[in-house]
T-cell receptor, first 114, second 115 residues
Framework: AQKITQTQPGMFVQEKEAVTLDCTYD???????LFWYKQPSSGEMIFLIY??????QNATEGRYSLNFQKARKSANLVISASQLGDSAMYFC???????????FGIGTKLQVIP | DAGVIQSPRHEVTEMGQEVTLRCKPI?????LFWYRQTMMRGLELLIY????????DSGMPEDRFSAKMPNASFSTLKIQPSEPRDSAVYFC?????????????FGDGTRLSIL
C-alpha cells in the first residue's frame, strides 16, 4: 500500500479563494509526522508546515493550515486567500516513528487563476 | 543563514562518463539526504547519512551509484558510468538534530542530463 496518497494530480483555484489539497497516509506506527512542501516551477523544495501525530491542534503557518483527521488518516493542506505565487507542485510527506527518512507523495499541481 | 548548497546546478554529459554531484549541508545539521526526482517516479530517497555515517542506502539504484560524506560539511553523489536513464533532478537535503519534527531543508537541486 502507498504510504502517502495524493489523489489530485491538478487543481485550479481562483485568486483570493481558499483551496484544499488532499493527502491520506498509511502507517501502523502511533508516532509519525506529516509535512507539506511546495515546489514552484523554478524547482526548489520549500517546507511549508508540519503536523505531529500527537499534536492536539491543527498546525497553522500564515495562510497555510493543516486539516488533520487522525481517524481518517488524512492531512489536507488548506491555503487561504490564494495568490498567483501559490501556483506550484505541492507534496505531502510522512516520517514514521523515530526514523529520519521521509516518504513523499506524488504531488498535486496547483494553478491559481487571476 | 546559508541554505543547502548544491553544485553544479546543471550538468550535461555523455553516456559512460563519471558524474559527481556535490552538497554542502546547513551548518549544524547532522542528517543529510540525497533524492532523485523524475516525472515517472517522483521524489525518491537514494541514501541518507546521520553524523556522516550512511544509515540507509536501500534506494541507491545500483552499483553505479555511490555516495560519501567525508565530513559534516560535505557530501558527494557519484555515478560511474552514467547512463541516459540517470537523467533527473538530484536534490540534497539536510536536517537538524532532535526529534523528527524538524523538516528537511532542500538545496536547489542539480539537473542532470545524460546524452
Amino acid at each position: 500500500a502507498q504510504k502517502i496518497t495524493q489523489t489530485q494530480p491538478g487543481m485550479f483555484v481562483q485568486e483570493k479563494e481558499a483551496v484544499t489539497l488532499d493527502c491520506t497516509y498509511d502507517t501502523s506506527d502511533p508516532s509519525y509526522g506529516l509535512f507539506w512542501y511546495k515546489q514552484p516551477s523554478s524547482g526548489e523544495m520549500i517546507f511549508l508546515i508540519y503536523q505531529g501525530s500527537y499534536d492536539q491542534q491543527n498546525a497553522t503557518e500564515g495562510r497555510y493550515s493543516l486539516n488533520f483527521q487522525k481517524a481518517r488518516k488524512s492531512a489536507n493542506l488548506v491555503i487561504s486567500a490564494s495568490q498567483l505565487g501559490d501556483s506550484a507542485m505541492y507534496f505531502c510527506a510522512m516520517r514514521e516513528g523515530g526514523y529520519q527518512k521521509v516518504t513523499f507523495g506524488i504531488g498535486t499541481k496547483l494553478q491559481v487563476i487571476p | 543563514d546559508a541554505g543547502v548548497i548544491q553544485s553544479p546546478r546543471h550538468e550535461v554529459t555523455e553516456m559512460g562518463q563519471e558524474v559527481t554531484l556535490r552538497c554542502k549541508p546547513i551548518s549544524g545539521h547532522n542528517s543529510l539526504f540525497w533524492y532523485r526526482q523524475t516525472m515517472m517516479r517522483g521524489l525518491e530517497l537514494l541514501i541518507y547519512f546521520n553524523n556522516n555515517v550512511p544509515i540507509d542506502d536501500s534506494g541507491m539504484p545500483e552499483d553505479r551509484f555511490s555516495a560519501k560524506m567525508p565530513n559534516a560539511s560535505f557530501s558527494t553523489l557519484k555515478i560511474q558510468p552514467s547512463e541516459p536513464r540517470d537523467s533527473a533532478v538530484y536534490f540534497c537535503a539536510s536536517k537538524g538534530g532532535g526529534y523528527g519534527n524538524q523538516p528537511q531543508h532542500f538545496g536547489d537541486g542539480t539537473r542532470l542530463s545524460i546524452l
